[in-house]
C-alpha cells in the first residue's frame, strides 16, 4: 500500500485537487496571455515611473495653489484639468473595474459616485464582475455619459473573462479603444482584467488596493483568498500607479516595490459627517450579540499601532466583573492571532468578540453603548469622526484628533495612551451615568459639525487629481518616446 502511494503521489494529474487547481490556473493564464513576452519591472517601466517623477514636478505648483482656493462643487467637478491628455481632449473618459454589486441597483450609492465621476470626466464606463447566472447581458445608462454593465458570470473565476469580453464589445470601434484610463478598484480579478485591458490597449492603469493581502491570516478570511494573494503580487508588479485607503497599505506596497513609491498614494478622503449621522442603521449590535446588555466597541486594523492590546486590558477588569457586559472588536489584521491569544490568556474568550464584518461598522456606532479607541494610526481619526456623528460616547487616547477636538470630563474622556487603568476607570463611570453618556454624545457631535471642515469641492477636486497624475505621467511617457524616435 505505501509503495502505491509513492507511485500515486508521482502522477499528481491523477489528484482531483490537483487538478482542479492546475485547470484554475491554466484560466487564468489564459487571460492574461499576448502574443508578446510579459516583462516584470522591467527597464521600460522604470522608465515610466521616472516620467511620472518629471510631470509631478511640472504640475505641483499648479496644484498647490488651487488647494487654498475657495471653489464651489459645481466648478470643482466641472473645471478643466490642469494638462491636456495624449487624446487631445481636455476631459478623459475611464473604464473602471468593481466587485461592488450594489452598483447595478438603481439609485444606490455607489450609483450616485458614478454621476459625480461623470460630471468629472467626459465619460464613465464601469463593468461590475457579478455572479448571477439567471440574467442576461445588459447594459445600465446612468447618466447622459455613464454606463454600466454587470458580467453576469456563472462562477466567480469567470468573472474576469467575461468582463473582458464586455470591456471589447462595448468599448472597441474599428481599431479603437473608447477609454483613456482603466482603473481597477481591487488587485484582484479586477486588477487582472483591469492589467489586460490596459496592456491589450495601451492605457494607463490604476488600482486600487483597499484589502490588506499582506496579512498572514488574509487566504483564510474568505474562499479563493489564496488566489487572490497571487493575483495581487502580479497585477502590482505590472501597474502603472496605486491608490491606498491606508498608510499602512502605502508603506507595505512601497516596501515590496520600490518602482511604485512615486506612484503610490492614498485615495483621497472625504468625511461626510451628515451622512454618518443621518444614517439609518442597518441592524443591531445588541441583536447580533443579545447576551450582552452593555456593549463597548472597539475598531481595530490589528497592527501595533491600533493598540487593541491596551484596549483589553484596559477593559479587562469590568468585563470580568459585569457578565452582562460585551467587547466587541470590528476589523482584523496581522495581529489577530495574538490578540485572540491575549482574549484567552485574560480569561475572556466570550467576553470579548472579534467581528470582521466592516460594512456593519456605522450601523454599530448607531446602537453600541460605548466606544473605546486609543489607536495612533492616521485613519483611527475617521473612526472617532464617525462615532461623533453617530452620537456614540468615548473613551479615547491622547493620539490622533480626539485628543485635539474634544475635551476631557466634557465632551469624551480622555486618557493616556500607554495608561489602561484610567480607560477602566472611566469605563465604569459611564456604566452607571446615563446621562453622562447623552452629555458627551451629544457635545462631541456638536463639535465635528462646528469645527471639522467638509469641503466637498476639494474633496472632488483631490479625487480627479488623484487619476490626472495618473494619466499625465502616461501621456508625458508617450511624449518623451514619441519624440526620441523623431
Known amino acids: 500500500m505505501a509503495e502505491e502511494e509513492k507511485q500515486y503521489k508521482q502522477f499528481a494529474s491523477l489528484d482531483p485537487a490537483e487538478k482542479a487547481a492546475k485547470g484554475l490556473h491554466a484560466a487564468i493564464d489564459d487571460i492574461l496571455s499576448e502574443e508578446d513576452d510579459i516583462v516584470v519591472l522591467d527597464a521600460a517601466l522604470r522608465k515610466k515611473h521616472q516620467a511620472r517623477k518629471t510631470a509631478e514636478v511640472a504640475v505641483q505648483e499648479v496644484h498647490e495653489a488651487e488647494a487654498s482656493a475657495e471653489v464651489p462643487v459645481d466648478v470643482a467637478l466641472t473645471e478643466q484639468p490642469v494638462l491636456h491628455y495624449a487624446s487631445g481632449r481636455q476631459r478623459a473618459r475611464l473604464l473602471i473595474f468593481t466587485r461592488d454589486t450594489t452598483m447595478i441597483a438603481d439609485e444606490s450609492a455607489s450609483q450616485k459616485r458614478v454621476l459625480e465621476l461623470a460630471a468629472m470626466f467626459e465619460e464613465v464606463h464601469v463593468i461590475v464582475l457579478n455572479i448571477d447566472v439567471s440574467r442576461r ?78 496579512d ?93 492590546d491596551k484596549v483589553i486590558l484596559g477593559a479587562a477588569r469590568i468585563l470580568n466583573q459585569y457578565p452582562t457586559v460585551g467587547l466587541i472588536i470590528v476589523g482584523t489584521g496581522p495581529q489577530r492571532e495574538t490578540i485572540e491569544d491575549q482574549i484567552a490568556a485574560y480569561g475572556l474568550t466570550g467576553k470579548v468578540i472579534i467581528d470582521t464584518d466592516i460594512d456593519k461598522l456605522q450601523s454599530y456606532m448607531k446602537t453600541a453603548n460605548l466606544l473605546l479607541h486609543f489607536s495612533g494610526e492616521a485613519e483611527g481619526d475617521l473612526v472617532v469622526l464617525r462615532a461623533a456623528a453617530a452620537g456614540l460616547p468615548m473613551v479615547v487616547g491622547e493620539s490622533g484628533i480626539a485628543d485635539e477636538l474634544f475635551v476631557d470630563g466634557e465632551s469624551a474622556f ?27 454624545a451629544m457635545n462631541a457631535t456638536n463639535i465635528v459639525f462646528d469645527r471639522v471642515e467638509q469641503r466637498y469641492d476639494m474633496y472632488m477636486r483631490a479625487y480627479r487629481e488623484s487619476i490626472e497624475r495618473c494619466l499625465i505621467a502616461d501621456s508625458y511617457r508617450e511624449d518623451q518616446e514619441a519624440a526620441a524616435e523623431e
Open 414 to 440: 480622555i486618557c493616556p495612551d500607554d495608561n489602561p487603568v484610567c480607560m477602566g476607570e472611566k469605563i465604569n463611570r459611564f456604566l452607571s451615568e446615563n446621562q453622562l453618556r447623552a452629555r458627551f
Open 137 to 214: 447581458d445588459e447594459r445600465i445608462r446612468v447618466s447622459r455619459n455613464a454606463w454600466v454593465y454587470p458580467t453576469h458570470s456563472n462562477a466567480w473565476w469567470r468573472t474576469p473573462f467575461d468582463a473582458y469580453r464586455v470591456a471589447r464589445e462595448q468599448l472597441v470601434f474599428g481599431n479603437g479603444f473608447r477609454a483613456d484610463m482603466v482603473i481597477a478598484e481591487d488587485a484582484f480579478e479586477c486588477g487582472l482584467v483591469g492589467y489586460r485591458v490596459a496592456r491589450k490597449y495601451g492605457r494607463a492603469f490604476q488600482v486600487h488596493v483597499t484589502d490588506d493581502f499582506f
Open 216 to 308: 498572514p491570516q488574509f487566504p483564510d478570511m474568505a474562499p479563493h483568498n489564496d488566489l487572490r494573494v497571487w493575483m495581487a503580487r502580479f497585477v502590482l508588479a505590472r501597474v502603472d500607479c496605486v491608490r491606498t485607503r491606508s498608510e499602512y497599505l502605502t508603506d507595505r506596497i512601497v516596501a515590496k516595490y520600490p518602482d511604485l513609491t512615486s506612484a503610490t498614494e492614498m485615495l483621497p478622503m472625504y468625511n461626510n459627517l451628515e451622512a454618518w449621522r443621518s444614517a439609518a442603521p442597518t441592524c443591531d449590535v445588541h441583536d447580533s450579540y443579545p447576551q450582552f446588555k452593555f456593549i463597548l466597541l472597539h475598531v481595530s486594523s490589528m497592527l501595533e499601532h491600533s493598540r487593541t
